[in-house]
């Protein structure tokens, strides 16, 4: 059996999660439906919400956290921005790809088109979509070009809402591959992009899924045809994607994010907090980490940089922590990026390659700090909120608690009290 067969099987199997598997769903579902309640206070994300209404008015699916109705497209669109646009977002880091993002915004608005679903097959789908995404990335041998969320994503997420809506799997992924986009020139940038493109590719996944149920089909041969992912998004290997469909549920590896901000920088944030780090007694604090770090967040402070761009700033994000001994997304302001006394610590801080081969690895890392006492390290082998090192229950009650602070007025408060009935029960 070719790859893609095996591959479109998996999506359309009955399946029955494991107990575990079901239970991380769940956990991961709740902490991805909080950072987007969170995210609808985002500056930027008025100005999303007044674009999609401009692409027309509807009542099909919510938007998460002010529950405003528009058509299914724009609704997934709006709440893939605001999942992501916070990058508080869950991650797969093996393939560096946030697998529920573009996941949850696109299965959220084929629940809403129907009305509700049953909460048992509503996780099915993110879980399906999240093996898909993450398993792309997986299967990835090249570093990142195009922006691997947004488009793993999007085929993830595309067969995910054609399982919701009964659309057929095979038309729902070619014409998903035909949309896929998203360029890393953004994260480089630090630009807003990054966001819409995570909501672009909801909105595609969903179009994809609407057309097929319509009865347009797309390109079949998607792995490995002569323009297939494998040729042009990723390097790789179809068959990596597809050995252990079923078996291994990659939704069980993702790690969750303790702080608001690249994940590259949890290795540096979480050892800073692990230690204790005071301002006056700093001289140096060095992280030594495989190259992908330093790509993603080894950028330095600047006065009139933005908020998207500091959340990739590694030397700026660890003058927060120190500073404040968190990091709090209403801190990413231009009175902030100014501040002298941030700005000096920052200039502390180097991140370095430490020679790792794997250009897709985020691990190991080792923090060295040189205080005015003496010199401390840390062997970071595998970062907060990995399945290696999870979130306490009190820390994943705090990020709860902080994105509930964030949300606006009218948020449906069963995002936080019962996401799994907010998902699959349409108020």
């Keep these: 059996m070719s790859a893609i067969d095996r591959l479109l099987d998996f999506a359309t199997a009955d399946h029955v999660l494991p107990s575990k598997v079901r239970a991380d769903t769940l956990r991961l579902l709740a902490d991805t439906l909080a950072v987007g309640a969170a995210g609808a206070s985002e500056r930027n994300a008025e100005a999303v919400l007044r674009a999609a209404l401009r692409w027309g008015h509807g009542k099909d699916a919510r938007t998460i956290g002010d529950d405003v109705r528009l058509p299914a497209g724009s ?28 996941v949850t915004a696109a299965v959220a608005a084929a629940i809403d088109m129907l009305g509700e679903v049953a909460p048992d097959d509503a ?20 570093p990142l070009t195009f922006f691997r969320p947004a488009t793993a994503g999007c085929l993830g997420a595309a067969l995910a ?14 014409l998903a591959y035909g949309f896929a986009s998203g360029t890393m020139q ?66 069980s590896e993702v790690s969750t994010k ?29 992280l030594e980490a495989p190259p992908l770090v330093k790509r993603l967040v080894g950028r330095h402070l600047q006065p009139d940089m933005t908020p998207a761009y500091a959340r990739l700033c590694g030397g700026f994000l660890a003058a927060l922590m120190i500073s404040d001994g968190r990091i709090d997304p ?18 502390l801080v180097r991140i370095e390659e430490n ?73």
């Design 330 to 347: 209403r801190r990413f302001t231009r009175s902030a990026f100014s501040d002298a006394d941030l700005a000096r610590i920052a200039a």
């Design 355 to 427: 020679g790792s081969a794997d250009l897709n690895a985020l691990g190991p890392q080792r923090l060295i700090v040189e205080t005015r006492e003496g010199t401390r390290e840390l062997e970071i082998a595998h970062v907060l909120g990995s399945p290696e090192a999870p979130m306490s229950a009190e820390q994943s009650a705090a990020k709860q608690a902080l994105a509930a602070k964030l949300t606006v007025p009218n948020c449906d408060s069963r995002v936080f009290s019962d996401p799994l009935a907010y998902m699959t029960r349409a108020a």
């Design 75 to 102: 609704a997934a669109f709006v709440n893939g921005f605001r999942i992501h646009c916070l990058e508080w977002d869950a991650v797969h880091e093996p393939a560096v790809v946030h697998a529920l993002s573009v």
């Design 161 to 174: 809402a054609a399982r919701i809506i009964g659309a057929p799997a095979d038309a729902a992924l070619g």
């Design 123 to 142: 996780l099915a789908a993110v879980a399906v979509g999240v093996e898909v995404a993450a398993g792309l990335g997986d299967a990835a041998s090249s």
């Design 186 to 251: 953004a994260h480089v940038e630090g630009s807003i992009a990054l966001p819409l493109q995570i909501g672009q590719a909801a909105r595609a996944a969903v179009t994809a899924a609407e057309l097929a149920a319509a009865s347009l089909t797309g390109p079949r041969d998607v792995l490995d045809g002569p323009f297939g992912y494998f040729a042009l998004f990723d390097q790789g290997n179809s068959a990596a994607l597809v050995a252990d469909l079923g078996s291994r549920w990659r939704i």
């Design 258 to 286: 303790p702080f608001a901000c690249g994940r590259a920088s949890h290795g540096l944030l979480s050892g800073i907090a692990e230690l204790g780090l005071r301002a006056e007694e700093l001289v140096s604090v060095r």
